[in-house]
């Protein structure tokens, strides 16, 4: 009877209809009419002015938004200009002695000043221009011929960059730079068409305009959304075009005239069009409204919170706080089993349930490769990394450097890893969540990395590695049943259902896994077998995080099948978050108007859950988000505060007992938790297009220094302490030069760095005397021992 009744409560759930109309109307309002009897070039924002500019004149509207004032023209500019705005700056651009001029405009003590820039090399017919934060861009045709170039905004000065025509030379009719990419619009066939150009892909058609551009200005919204006027049957239309579905929406609440003028404005746009003798103002502004959650998602969460609370407090009530063993790793009497499903719920955080759906939405599957390639080095772990390291008892990992090498390289690397943990991970998967929280309920990024932060501090430090993995495992199950419902939720409302989803999916090949080019610049599969070949196989144990979960197994054998474990769970599990980010595709794409332009990338499927799931399903997903991010968080919290306690307090301070070492651990857990809230809040206060990205780039930067040392241990007998130290230190240097000069793709910072750490150490040592101490039992070449009685 109770299967009964779930499933048909499930039935009634994924039958109820999706919602339809916008979530982004237009907010319209008039501002005063400007009295200009010449033709107005446009509209700018300049130093945050609203600026109207016309030929040889401009006009700014006054601090109370009640009057145009006349503003000074530069001296010696030309009449006879263009403008280049994107709502922060503004740049002219005139022909002069055939050449094209440009120069930048501030606005200061009621003139507009010029500054000037290098001229372009050609004078360009019907010159159309674009800026962004990265790039300024310049096109038009000579003599008949595409011709366009770039420079960064940031210093103009430098000169410009010459981008490879367009095909079919035909003018632009506009331009829109989005990022590091360039939108323009040409005739071709009868038709409009959409051009992209990017470094990378170079010239691709993007779509086809479903009316005419009109003379106005488009803008680029958020990361993803480009605005422009359109010109239809049925009247001007403001519209958006999607650039990762290549969908068109139009936006509600405002109708310019088909000679309007446009600017980029705050979140929206300001458009001037003739009104008799002068000119009608008017600004329209995105209005996007909080998705609150209803009653019954408050109780879902609330009971899930209360669940882990209580999970906390079992374990502190039963266990003894004077074992550090016990806090540490679980008095060594987890199961396999649980301890292997814990470790995938620590690889998989929020980074996971948010950022990965976001990456797979706007590009395909081609990371889910690292997974694929991932589980045959963890094939070698489970059989010979993992058993050795499990069969020395220890609580760190970084232990094993100080009895391979010296206790100075195992304090060196054990501060990395920290500083690895706390500012490459903790951070972001404290902030994804929030995002997601803040788009749900209306509640503030930083409340809602405070409030989760600290929620996750408590329990974890009262309950230890067993409340850690306990929990991880009722996580895990949360998180993946929200995953399926949400992936079995979309299809089941597509018109064609999987063969839609599989269409649709195929022919925007967001489906692609397998990406064999020789690019150093991209993601591809040599770059993952190097990867996973450094990360996994030779550097396993670097991952205190991880490790500690199969040092809380009993024996070195349970220990191995905890790495079977994850290894079984991390194809499938991945299949799913990815799988998401292309149902998210699917149905984005033929539902534009549900998108929200204002919102980043990475809130994509915390948008979907607040604006499309029913009541209670949102707040079981929500759940989810949180299981994903706190299942890691309370790993690397009781992780970071056991390296603290036994890699520094027990070796610094004297006679420590276990009694303070786990207290210690305990405080270690609110500070460490306290400084990833410091740093998440930090990372809030920047526009990231990919967190997922900078996960990855930070984890290279500052995680591959000291993993290099493990190889050099485990998998050589002559490395020494020195050597290693030099490697360390090395690594780290040449990893950030790289870094700087932009040479590889950021997924392979880590495998460079550990590489050159390798290397680097190996040599090094080799200057200095060969280790005299036994290595019995530290490398995989010694003879196991048998375990003491």
């Not at 002069?96 to 820039?117: F, I, K, M």
């Not at 405002?254 to 003739?274: E, I, K, S, V």
Request: net charge neutral; glycine share 8%; hydrophobic share 50%.
């Amino acid at each position: 009877m109770f299967r009964s009744c779930l499933f048909c409560l499930a039935w009634l759930l994924l039958a109820l209809p999706l919602h339809a109309e916008s979530l982004t109307p237009l907010r319209t309002a008039d501002l005063p009419p400007l009295a200009a009897a010449q033709a107005l070039v446009g509209m700018a924002v300049i130093d945050g002015q609203t600026v109207a500019v016309g030929q040889g004149q401009a006009w700014r509207l006054d601090d109370a938004g009640r009057r145009w004032l006349t503003v000074a023209w530069p001296a010696a500019m030309p009449n006879d200009v263009s403008l280049i705005q994107d709502g922060a700056r503004a740049y002219l651009v005139w022909p002069a002695q055939g050449r094209t001029a440009l120069a930048e405009l501030h606005l200061r003590n009621d003139r507009l000043d010029a500054t000037g820039l290098p001229a372009l090399p050609a004078a360009l017919a019907d010159p159309r221009g674009a800026v962004s934060a990265d790039a300024l861009f310049v096109a038009g045709t000579v003599d008949g011929k595409a011709h366009a170039w770039r420079a960064n905004p940031a210093d103009p000065r430098a000169g410009w960059t010459d981008i490879p025509a367009w095909p079919g030379h035909s003018p632009p009719l506009s331009l829109v730079a989005q990022g590091p990419n360039l939108f323009v619009a040409v005739a071709h066939d009868g038709k409009q068409q959409l051009l992209r150009w990017s470094a990378t892909k170079g010239w691709t058609e993007a779509t086809t305009v479903p009316g005419t551009l009109l003379p106005a200005a488009p803008r680029a919204l958020g990361q993803a959304h480009l605005l422009y006027l359109v010109g239809t049957p049925e009247g001007a239309r403001p519209m958006t075009y999607h650039s990762i579905t290549g969908s068109w929406a139009t936006l509600p609440g405002a109708q310019p005239a088909n000679d309007a003028l446009m600017a980029a404005a705050q979140d929206g746009f300001t458009w001037a069009q003739r009104d008799g003798a002068g000119y009608a103002i008017h600004t329209a502004q995105l209005q996007s409204g909080k998705l609150l959650l209803k009653w019954l998602d408050w109780v879902v969460i609330l009971v899930y919170l209360a669940a882990m609370f209580g999970i906390g407090l079992y374990f502190y009530l039963r266990e003894k706080r004077n074992n550090t063993a016990n806090f540490f790793v679980g008095g060594r009497s987890i199961p396999f089993w649980a301890a292997g499903v814990s470790l995938y719920a620590a690889n998989t955080s929020s980074i996971s349930f948010i950022a990965i759906p976001a990456k797979s939405f706007e590009s395909n599957w081609t990371y889910l490769t690292n997974n694929l390639i991932a589980v045959l080095g963890l094939a070698f772990v489970a059989v010979w990394i993992v058993p050795l390291l499990r069969r020395l008892d220890l609580m760190s990992v970084f232990s094993y450097l100080e009895t391979r090498f010296h206790p100075a390289i195992r304090m060196l690397a054990s501060a990395l890893c920290i500083l690895t943990q706390i500012g490459s991970r903790m951070s972001v998967i404290l902030f994804l969540p929030a995002l997601a929280i803040a788009t749900i309920t209306g509640i503030s990024v930083s409340l809602s990395v405070v409030l989760m932060g600290v929620f996750t501090i408590v329990y974890t430090a009262m309950g230890g590695m067993k409340a850690v993995i306990w929990t991880d495992f009722v996580q895990v199950l949360v998180k993946m049943g929200g995953a399926l419902f949400v992936i079995g939720f979309i299809v089941w409302h597509l018109h064609g259902g999987v063969g839609q989803f599989m269409h649709t999916a195929t022919a925007n090949h967001k489906m692609h896994l397998l990406d064999f080019s020789f690019d150093l610049t991209k993601a591809t599969v040599w770059g993952f077998l190097f990867l996973v070949l450094f990360d996994v196989v030779l550097t396993f144990p670097k991952d205190q995080v991880l490790m500690q979960r199969t040092l809380s197994t009993e024996s070195d054998k349970e220990a191995g099948r905890s790495i079977w474990m994850f290894a079984a769970i991390m194809i499938p599990g991945g299949f799913v978050f990815y799988l998401i980010g292309t149902a998210l595709f699917v149905f984005y794409k033929d539902n534009p108007d549900r998108l929200n332009p204002l919102l980043p990338i990475d809130a994509t499927f915390p948008l979907f859950i607040a604006a499309e799931l029913p009541m209670g399903v949102t707040g079981l997903i929500i759940a989810g988000i949180f299981a994903a991010a706190m299942a890691t968080l309370s790993g690397i919290m009781n992780s970071v505060a056991t390296l603290i306690s036994v890699d520094f307090y027990e070796k610094l301070v004297k006679n420590p007992s276990p009694k303070k070492s786990v207290l210690m651990a305990e405080i270690m857990t609110v500070v460490v938790g306290l400084v990833g809230i410091a740093t998440a809040l930090l990372l809030s206060r920047f526009d990231i297009h990919s967190l997922f990205d900078v996960s990855i780039e930070l984890a290279g930067l500052l995680g591959g220094g000291f993993a290099g040392a493990y190889t050099l241990g485990m998998f050589t007998r002559r490395a020494n302490s020195p050597g290693v130290a030099i490697g360390i230190a090395s690594s780290i240097v040449l990893t950030l030069i790289a870094w700087s000069f932009h040479l590889v793709h950021p997924y392979f910072y880590l495998a460079i760095s550990i590489l050159l750490c390798i290397v680097i150490g190996y040599l090094a040592s080799l200057l200095f005397p060969a280790p005299t101490r036994s290595l019995e039992g530290l490398t995989i070449y010694s003879r196991k021992p048998d375990r003491p009685a």
